[in-house]
């Protein structure tokens, strides 16, 4: 068994979280060593992982030494998000996992090595062409459900299509059925395992080389389509009594999260339902109490409610500290860059540029897993740094923007004019101009006009300049 890290990975991993044309940032304090210690914790998990599927299905795999297993930078894309993947090679089995899901705490590794490690284990015993034949819906659920990842992909799909996640249910061999359905293909495996009792000898049924439908029908008497239609009521029924178990209260809020018009009741709904489940966050940001992930969530939306304007300041600090320290967001159908970025505009809306700056940075460094929020990092780097003073550093930042969406390209542009008249450039007086003269309506080209006028007056100055 070879489990080996990339010789080159930190430096790539520093090349693949500097994006161009964006300039580049020195990477977060102690990232090489949380990559050693993922790389530790990667080497001890291993054997433990293989071992409990020899153990339930008495196969034992020799010539494990052919399984390759690294940590690698490669990067993100919307076409592909996963954390690890596995392959067969010339020389055997190798996994891949991506190390920036695990530097940024968006996924465990364990978890994500054991899922790994099933998709390794089936590719040995059985023939390529066999197991290409294996359907994506068996793989991905036999490789969630065996490494213990389901309860998390069940909480992902509530928390995240809160109003009615069944409907999102599409069906195992519906055309539809893709990345984002996991949590349905492992309840699949969970209703082979709890309704049916023929989990482990369908699944060694698929290792020795049957079809997947022919194991299923001669092990529990099910047709496919009588499997297909049970499997997806399984699932159904599953999500439909987990989303129960929602108290209601946190689903209205997660609807309207929003509505700052109702955001003082809902700030009191929310603080008394903590509070009668006898949880907190102290002064110093850690929580306190029995908290199940329907409090994490409580207090994911309570934070998002104090950060509403007029909010409470201290109080969504403290809940954004602890749930970034204290609890990973895969736990509770979160996600941890999101959480980070509203913290980093919690302290920008507050008035503290260099403590929103730094988390800021900490999501464009820090969670690759997710292109376009680290894209998104890149403007409130910008604003930060323009509202420290840096306005060389805002202009770096601010210039390489995508000014597809209307309300932000006036923001942008504002704040490059004024950037660019702080250091004394005659650019910046003409890029104010021209935003003044705009025939559409809006705060930013209000502010400009504005500008023009104070610069005309003197009362706005650019220190340091040439008259």
Known sequence: MRVRILASVLSLFLLSCNPQPF??????????ERIAELQNHMTQKLPGCVEDLEKRFEKKWEGLEGLSVKLTDKGVDANDRRAGSTIGTTGGISISLRVQFFLSGSQELELTL???????????FTAAAAYTLIPTWFREGSAVYLAGQTQAKVLAQLFQNIEAPWTQINGLENPKHGFGDYFEDALAFEFLDLKTGALTAVLLAALNGQEVFAAIEALT???????????????????????????ELLRTNALHAEDVKKSAYKVGVLEEYLKSKNVSVTPDGHFEGPLTPHEFFAFRLLANQYRLP?????????????????TPA??????????????????LGHGEPAAALEQFERVYMEHLESPMLQNASTLGIARAQFDLGNFE???????????????????????????YFKLCHSKGVSILKKLSKSETRGIWIDQAREALTRIAAGTLTAPGCKK
């Open 23 to 32: 300039p580049t940032l020195a990477p977060t304090p102690g990232t090489a």
């Open 330 to 347: 895969y736990t509770y159908g979160g996600d941890a860059g999101s959480v980070r970025y509203e913290w980093a505009f919690l302290y």
């Open 114 to 124: 054991c899922h790994e490690v099933v998709h390794a284990y089936f590719r040995n």
């Open 393 to 419: 550093q805002a202009r770096r930042w601010l210039e390489p923007q995508n000014l597809a969406d209307a309300y932000t390209a006036d923001e942008i542009t504002y704040r490059l004019g004024i950037s």
């Open 221 to 247: 008497g099910l047709s496919k389509v009588e499997f297909l239609e049970q499997a997806k009521q399984y699932a159904v029924e599953k999500i439909k009594q987990q989303w129960n178990e929602i108290p």
């Open 310 to 326: 007029g909010g409470h300041f201290d109080e969504a600090n403290r809940i954004y500290q602890a749930l970034l320290t204290q």
